[in-house]
């Protein structure tokens, strides 16, 4: 079985920015640079076949380059305890506009489409319940941004799980036009 998502890498200069914010909350288990990444569609296991129905299909999208920069943080939570905290993305429009274009393509393949609402981010941080308290980081770091930054492809990505963490290996890569 193949573990797949489709994201954006992001440019050196911007995953060394994101990992300054590698502090200040206990018990956090911060993402390296090798796992910053912008998620556009999670796919999960699928089989070979349908693995390599995937990539084919991705070939298909077209959309334009992206100028990206990042514009604030926040976290995400479940049943009101904070499990991840993130950098956000903007433009917000082009990003989702590819998002909805890679989802469509998988939906034609016969994959579910994706249900939850989409909001592009950077996870910089897996939190468990023996974390320490949020609010703090969140206010510190409540204006980062960056210089605009330029995406001209995006990644099929096999996610390998290891003990307490992932790897993610870059299978395919798409440009953007």
Do not use: C
């Not at 590698?22 to 796992?35: C, F, I, K």
């Amino acid at each position: 079985m193949h573990r797949l998502f489709i994201g954006l890498r992001l440019p050196p200069p911007i995953r060394e920015q994101l990992l300054d914010l590698s502090t200040g909350v206990a018990g956090a288990r911060w993402q390296d640079e090798d796992q910053l990444h912008v998620t556009l569609r999670f796919i999960g296991e699928v089989d070979r076949r349908v693995a390599e129905d995937v990539a084919d299909v991705l070939a298909t999208v077209r959309a334009p380059a992206l100028t990206l920069r990042l514009d604030g943080v926040g976290q995400f939570d479940s049943g009101g305890r904070v499990n991840a905290l993130w950098a956000g993305i903007a433009p917000r429009e082009p990003i989702t506009a590819l998002h909805r274009k890679i989802d469509a393509a998988l939906v034609r393949l016969g994959l579910a489409p994706e249900r939850r609402a989409y909001l592009p981010h950077v996870t910089v941080a897996r939190l468990n319940r023996s974390a320490g308290p949020t609010a703090p980081w969140s206010a510190q770091h409540a204006g980062l941004s960056s210089a605009p930054f330029a995406l001209e492809h995006f990644t099929l990505f096999e996610s390998h799980l290891l003990a307490g963490s992932a790897h993610y290996e870059a299978i395919m890569r798409y440009l953007l036009h």
